[in-house]
């Protein structure tokens, strides 16, 4: 049997640009070919990055810093607090003057050395 181009029906085809405009596959090709590739630094990017070349000691002072800034707004945080909250936010400032405490104590050693 020959099958001729008048038993098959013809199909209209719009090859234009608004026939692939809202096309999925469309979509999916300009996004491989033309979208700049993710690189894998960005992923790993951070807010805060200690810079490599800090000293130990530089950075046991930032620390220190930082955790007594820490214990001034939690204490005064809690200080407006009442019952079991004030307690609670009390027992942070306490844990951060103990963080604090061993951090100083880790500049003294090293200082003496």
Not at 16 to 34: C, I, P, Q, T, V
């Amino acid at each position: 049997m020959n099958t001729t181009s008048k038993d098959a029906p013809e199909l209209e085809t719009d090859v234009g640009f608004n026939a692939l405009k809202d096309s999925e596959a469309a979509r999916r090709a300009m996004d491989y070919y033309l979208k700049p590739a993710i690189a894998e630094a960005s992923i790993d990017e951070k807010f805060f990055e200690v810079k490599p070349s800090i000293s130990s000691e530089e950075a046991m002072i930032h620390a220190s810093d930082l955790l007594r800034c820490a214990a001034a707004s939690a204490y005064e945080a809690a200080d407006h607090l009442r019952g079991t909250r004030r307690d609670l936010a009390f027992s942070v400032v306490h844990m951060i003057d103990m963080a604090k405490a061993l951090v100083d104590r880790s500049l003294d050693s090293q200082r003496l050395e």
